[in-house]
């Protein structure tokens, strides 16, 4: 085994570790109170991150077990087998749990395990002015994945993964600031994790943050948080995503804008 593949495996190993850790927690919370709204956010979050790590290691194809047993989390089965949407929020944490366990099992196999492709040609960062360095490996990602689904007609994806970045550097320049002096701005009272997202970009351009792109983002758009759930027959266009894409690029540009 090469150096360079024994470090991801490694890398890859304590990103699991860490996620399935913070699995427990974001179960418990909703074991307390699955209505919470705070423990609602952290599940969407914890969520969307594991679905980053597997499409990692799983090479990026919707057919390695990785990705189908992440994608199997989400169902419920009917009495006749059949997979039907709706499962209960704290079967599917532990069900990711398990997916994320069996990840950690597979690291250790020579044959037949998750698929890790390491690129010697590194794109250009787009993310290095996002403060917490955690999140830009993330986010690379992220924004790989959503032009990706733009391009294969995956409207409701790409308009999806787009919000959920803007509102992932948003809410990074927003707790770089500090609740002090967006107060002196107007912003609510309460942690900055309990705004609706909404709330966080309308901060962010009352602090100088941001300036007023985010006007042109569509209503389905703005409610990108609900959509997607079970029994929403929300439509998003191609236009939707087009300028959930746009108006993502032009806030980047007001975060960094050396960019």
């Known amino acids: 085994m090469s150096e360079s593949l024994e470090a991801q495996i490694k890398g890859f190993a304590s990103r699991l570790d860490g996620l399935i850790r913070r699995g427990h927690q974001v179960r418990d919370a909703?074991?307390?109170?699955?209505?919470?709204?705070?423990?609602?956010?952290?599940?969407?979050?914890?969520?969307?991150?594991?679905?980053?790590?597997?499409?990692?290691l799983s090479g990026?194809?919707?057919?390695?077990?990785?990705?189908?047993?992440?994608?199997?989390?989400?169902?419920m089965r009917s009495a006749?087998?059949?997979?039907?949407e709706g499962a209960p929020p704290q079967k599917i944490v532990q069900r990711l749990l398990d997916v994320l366990t069996q990840a950690v099992t597979a690291l250790s196999r020579e044959?037949?395990?998750?698929?890790?492709?390491?690129?010697?040609?590194?794109p250009p960062r787009r993310f290095e002015f996002v403060h917490n360095p955690e999140l830009r490996d993330l986010l690379e990602k992220a924004y790989t994945d959503g032009r990706l689904a733009m391009d294969e007609g995956e409207y409701d994806l790409a308009?999806?993964?787009?919000?959920?970045?803007?509102?992932a550097i948003v809410t990074d320049a927003l707790e770089y600031k500090g609740l002090s002096e967006l107060a002196a701005s107007g912003a609510p009272a309460g942690k900055i994790a309990d705004w609706s997202?909404?709330?966080?970009?309308?901060?962010?351009?009352?602090a100088g943050l941001i300036r007023g792109g985010?006007?042109?983002?569509?209503?389905?758009?703005?409610?990108?948080?609900?959509?997607g759930d079970s029994g929403s027959d929300v439509s998003v266009s191609e236009r939707d995503a087009r300028l959930a894409g746009q108006v993502l690029n032009v806030i980047m540009r007001d975060l960094n804008p050396g960019r």
């Open 30 to 56: 909703l074991a307390k109170d699955s209505s919470n709204p705070a423990a609602i956010v952290a599940t969407r979050a914890w969520q969307e991150e594991c679905g980053v790590a597997i499409n990692q």
């Open 197 to 206: 997202f909404d709330m966080r970009l309308a901060v962010a351009e009352k």
């Open 214 to 227: 985010c006007a042109r983002l569509p209503a389905v758009a703005r409610a990108y948080r609900d959509h």
């Open 111 to 122: 044959d037949g395990g998750p698929v890790i492709i390491a690129s010697e040609n590194v």
């Open 60 to 75: 990026g194809s919707k057919a390695h077990w990785l990705a189908r047993s992440f994608s199997e989390a989400f169902l």
């Open 80 to 84: 006749n087998g059949n997979a039907t």
């Open 159 to 167: 308009m999806r993964t787009s919000c959920g970045i803007l509102e």
